[in-house]
T-cell receptor, first 113, second 115 residues
Framework: GNSVTQMEGPVTLSEEAFLTINCTYTATGYPSLFWYVQYPGEGLQLLLK?????DKGSNKGFEATYRKETTSFHLEKGSVQVSDSAVYFCALSDLGNTDKLIFGTGTRLQVFP | DTEVTQTPKHLVMGMTNKKSLKCEQH?????MYWYKQKAKKPPELMFVYSYEKLSINESVPSRFSPECPNSSLLNLHLHALQPEDSALYLCASSQDRTGLTDTQYFGPGTRLTVL
């Protein structure tokens, strides 16, 4: 079945460091891919999305490219800030059942000044 | 505007209480969702409403009872809950359930504690 695998956290970085959070997926067909962010004590916010191969989603300095050949959707940011500290969830839309989002386990990012 | 609102923000209830969680969106979305999220875990889908009809029930215990009074509102009625039901309950909405690229927008959640 469809699934999403994210790197284990926490990821701990100093401010202005480069961020990569790995996400790979298993899916039949051509799912849409998403990154959601959850700040402490809050709900999920859509960070970015990509709907087809080679699409790049970007928002707030974060970006991710839909790579069909490697079944990956890695999240990157060139210079993180303390305010980026949160949990990041990679997700795909389950095309066999379009109501469902398949989430990864989440990766906690901690950025220190 | 991609806002989904949820009330209350926090709820503490006893195992014999009856309470309700409310969710509202004014984006014209026709699909609405309830998720349950335990600490340090991803959200788990509970229910999906599409065009105000229940389309998915992920084998949720009957002590959780969803209701969709109209296309903008979604309720979750709670009765005789157990302490293990304590979690963050998230509501989400999307344009409709037929689109292959529908994006789900989440509310801030209700943090429920069952004593």
């Amino acid at each position: 079945g469809n699934s999403v695998t994210q790197m284990e956290g926490p990821v701990t970085l100093s401010e202005e460091a480069f961020l990569t959070i790995n996400c790979t997926y298993t899916a039949t067909g051509y799912p849409s891919l998403f990154w959601y962010v959850q700040y402490p004590g809050e709900g999920l916010q859509l960070l970015l999305k990509a709907t087809k191969a080679d699409d790049k989603g970007s928002n707030k300095g974060f970006e991710a490219t839909y790579r069909k050949e490697t079944t990956s959707f890695h999240l990157e940011k060139g210079s993180v800030q303390v305010s980026d500290s949160a949990v990041y969830f990679c997700a795909l839309s389950d095309l066999g059942n379009t109501d469902k989002l398949i989430f990864g386990t989440g990766t906690r990012l901690q950025v220190f000044p | 505007d991609t806002e989904v609102t949820q009330t209350p923000k926090h709820l503490v209830m006893g195992m014999t209480n009856k309470k309700s969680l409310k969710c509202e969106q004014h984006m014209g979305h026709r699909a609405m969702y309830w998720y349950k999220q335990k600490a340090k875990k991803p959200p788990e889908l509970m229910f999906v409403y599409s065009y105000e009809k229940l389309s998915i029930n992920e084998s949720v215990p009957s002590r959780f009872s969803p209701e969709c009074p109209n296309s903008s509102l979604l309720n979750l009625h709670l009765h005789a809950l157990q302490p293990e039901d304590s979690a963050l309950y998230l509501c989400a909405s999307s344009q409709d359930r037929t689109g292959l690229t529908d994006t789900q927008y989440f509310g801030p959640g209700t943090r429920l504690t069952v004593l």
